[in-house]
C-alpha cells in the first residue's frame, strides 16, 4: 500500500482491503477454529499491515477510514471496514474499540455494513458505536431490496452492544435495522438518543432459544413507519419450538419520544417483562391495509395467551398518549396471566374530538389467571374493551381503576365486553368521571327519577361514592 492511501482504497470501491495480514494474536483472538495469519475478519476482508499503529487505536473514525458523508457518496464499505477492526480487536472475548461516526449523513449499500456479528468470530463482549448527535450524524441504509435486509445483524456472537447520539433512516421501503438471533449471548443492547426515520419492516426484531434481553432505550425517538413493529420479539424461522423465546425478557424504554406514522411499536408473541417510563406516544396516521393488522396500529401488542410463568409483566408509567383515530391503539392484550399496569398515564389529549367517546384504544382478553389489571391515578378516554376467553360469570376481580379521570364515560358505561355489557370482574375505587361524561350518561338515562340535593349536602357519585357538594356562587357586596 505504498503508493495507495486507505482513503483512495475505499473511494475506489474496493471492499477486500486484504493487501497485508493481522498479526497471529489479533487474527487468533477474533477468530474462531481455523483462523490464524492471513484470515479474513469481517465483511470486508480487512486485514492489518504490521506496525499501523494507527488502526490499533481503540477509537476508530470512519472518516479516517474513507467515509465522506455527504449523503450521496457510498460509505459502505468504510463501515465494513471500521467493524472489521473492532472484531480484530477482541482479546480473550472483550471487545475494546469505540467506532466514532463523525456529523454528516453516511450512505450504506450492503446489508449488515455496521454490524456482522457472524461465524468465525468468538463470542465477544463490548462494542460501541457513537455519534455526534441525533440528526447530525445520520446514517442512511439503502439496500437494493428491502425484504430480509438488515443494517446490523447478531448472530449470536455479540453481547454489551452500545449505540449513541445516531439518526438511522431507512431509504429503502422495507428494510429492517437490526436482527438479533441468541441461543444465549447475544444480549445487553443499549441505544442512548437515538433516533429511526423512514419505512422499516422491523425496528429490532429477537430469534432464537434463550437471553436476547436486558436491552434499554434511553431519551431516544422512534418516528417513521414499521410494516411490524420497531420491536419485534418471537421470530420462529429456525425450527425452535415457540415458547423457548419466552427467555426473552427485560427490556427498558425510559423518557421516549415515540411519534411515528403506523404500525406497531412493541409486539410480542413470546417474551416479555416489559417497563415504560416517561416520554409522549403518538401514532401520527393509519396503515396501509394488511391482512394481518388490518388498519390498526397498536404501541403494545401481546396477541399470544399462553406463556411460561414469570413472563408476562408490563408496566407503563408517566407516559402522555395521543389517540388520533379509531385505529389507534394503546394495548391488545391476550395473556391468559401475568400483570398489566399503568400508573399516571394519560390518553385525554384528544378527548374533545368527535370520535373519541367511542374508541377503544385499552383491550384485553381475560381468564381465570387474568392478567391482573391495574390502573393508577390515569386519565382516560372512550371505553376499555374486555374479552372472556370462558364464563364470564365465574370470573374473579382482575381489572381495577384506582382514582382515574374517566374523560368520554360514567364508569358504569366505562368497561364493556361482548358488546356493550357491564364486565362483574372490573372494580373502580375513588374514580371520577369528567362533567361531559356525566352529563352524557344522565341524557342517555333522562326516564330515571332525579332527586334534589339540598345545598352544603354531600352528593352520591358513580358507584355510590360521595362528593363534596359546590357551594353556590356568593355575590359581592356592593362597592
Known amino acids: 500500500m505504498s503508493r495507495v492511501s486507505r482513503r483512495q482504497l475505499l473511494r475506489g470501491g474496493v471492499t477486500v482491503l486484504g493487501a497485508t495480514v493481522l498479526t497471529g494474536h489479533s487474527a487468533s483472538a477474533a477468530s474462531g477454529p481455523g483462523s490464524g495469519p492471513g484470515a479474513p475478519v469481517g465483511p470486508a476482508g480487512a486485514v492489518r499491515a504490521p506496525g499501523s499503529a494507527g488502526l490499533l487505536s481503540r477509537v476508530i473514525n470512519v472518516r479516517d477510514l474513507g467515509a465522506v458523508g455527504d449523503g450521496s457518496a457510498d460509505d459502505t464499505a468504510a463501515f465494513e471496514y471500521a467493524y472489521a477492526?473492532?472484531?480484530?480487536?477482541?482479546?480473550?472475548?472483550?471487545?475494546?474499540?469505540?467506532?466514532?461516526?463523525?456529523?454528516?449523513?453516511?450512505?450504506?449499500?450492503?446489508?449488515?455494513?455496521?454490524?456482522?456479528?457472524?461465524?468465525p468470530l468468538r463470542p465477544a463482549n463490548g462494542l460501541r458505536f457513537s455519534g455526534a448527535g441525533k440528526r447530525m450524524t445520520t446514517l442512511v441504509f439503502r439496500p437494493s431490496a428491502g425484504a430480509g435486509s438488515f443494517l446490523c445483524r447478531n448472530e449470536d456472537i455479540w453481547a454489551n452492544l452500545s449505540f449513541e447520539r445516531i439518526q438511522f433512516r431507512s431509504a429503502t421501503p422495507g428494510a429492517s435495522f437490526f436482527s438479533s438471533y441468541s441461543t444465549g449471548q447475544a444480549q445487553d443492547y443499549r441505544f442512548s438518543e437515538c433516533e429511526w426515520m423512514g419505512e422499516w419492516e422491523y425496528g429490532i426484531c429477537l430469534d432464537g432459544t434463550d437471553t436476547n434481553s436486558e436491552m434499554r432505550w434511553e431519551a431516544c425517538r422512534v418516528g417513521g413507519a414499521y410494516r411490524r413493529a420497531f420491536l419485534y420479539s418471537g421470530l420462529t424461522g429456525r425450527g425452535q419450538q415457540p415458547n423457548d423465546q419466552d427467555q426473552f425478557l427485560n427490556?427498558?424504554?425510559?423518557?421516549?419520544?415515540?411519534?411515528?406514522?403506523?404500525?406497531?411499536?412493541?409486539?410480542?408473541?413470546?417474551?416479555?417483562?416489559?417497563?415504560?417510563?416517561?416520554?409522549?406516544?403518538?401514532?401520527t396516521g393509519t396503515r396501509p391495509p394488511s391482512q394481518e393488522y388490518g388498519t390498526t396500529s397498536t404501541f403494545f401488542r401481546f396477541p399470544v395467551a399462553q406463556h411460561h410463568d414469570s413472563v408476562q409483566r408490563f408496566h407503563a408509567q408517566d407516559i402522555r398518549f395521543e389517540v388520533r383515530n379509531p385505529d389507534a391503539r394503546v394495548i391488545d392484550c391476550v395473556w391468559k396471566s401475568g400483570t398489566v399496569h399503568f400508573s399516571d398515564c394519560d390518553d385525554t389529549g384528544l378527548a374533545f374530538k368527535d370520535f373519541a367517546p367511542e374508541v377503544r384504544p385499552h383491550r384485553y382478553v381475560v381468564?381465570?389467571?387474568?392478567?391482573?389489571?391495574?390502573?393508577?391515578?390515569?386519565?382516560?378516554?372512550?371505553?376499555?374493551?374486555?374479552?372472556?376467553?370462558?364464563a364470564r360469570d365465574s370470573l374473579p376481580t382482575v381489572a381495577r381503576y384506582d382514582m382515574c379521570l374517566l374523560r368520554s364515560h360514567a364508569q358504569e358505561e366505562f368497561a364493556v365486553t361482548d358488546g356493550t355489557a357491564k364486565p362483574d370482574f372490573v372494580s373502580f375505587v375513588d374514580c371520577l368521571a369528567d362533567a361531559a361524561a356525566d352529563t352524557t350518561a344522565s341524557s342517555s338515562a333522562s326516564s330515571a327519577p332525579v332527586t334534589p340535593v339540598a345545598p352544603g349536602t354531600a352528593s352520591a357519585g358513580p358507584g355510590g361514592t360521595t362528593s363534596p357538594a359546590t357551594a353556590p356562587a356568593q355575590t359581592p357586596p356592593p362597592a
Request: glycine letters at 14%.
Open 367 to 390: 381468564g381465570p389467571r387474568g392478567p391482573l389489571i391495574r390502573y393508577d391515578s390515569c386519565q382516560l378516554v372512550g371505553r376499555h374493551e374486555y374479552r372472556t376467553d370462558g
Open 85 to 119: 477492526l473492532a472484531a480484530a480487536r477482541v482479546s480473550r472475548g472483550i471487545g475494546r474499540t469505540v467506532i466514532e461516526i463523525p456529523p454528516g449523513e453516511f450512505l450504506i449499500t450492503r446489508p449488515n455494513a455496521l454490524l456482522n456479528g457472524v461465524a
Open 251 to 283: 427490556y427498558w424504554f425510559t423518557d421516549m419520544k415515540v411519534e411515528y406514522d403506523w404500525g406497531n411499536f412493541l409486539e410480542f408473541p413470546y417474551g416479555g417483562s416489559i417497563a415504560c417510563r416517561g416520554g409522549s406516544y403518538i401514532i
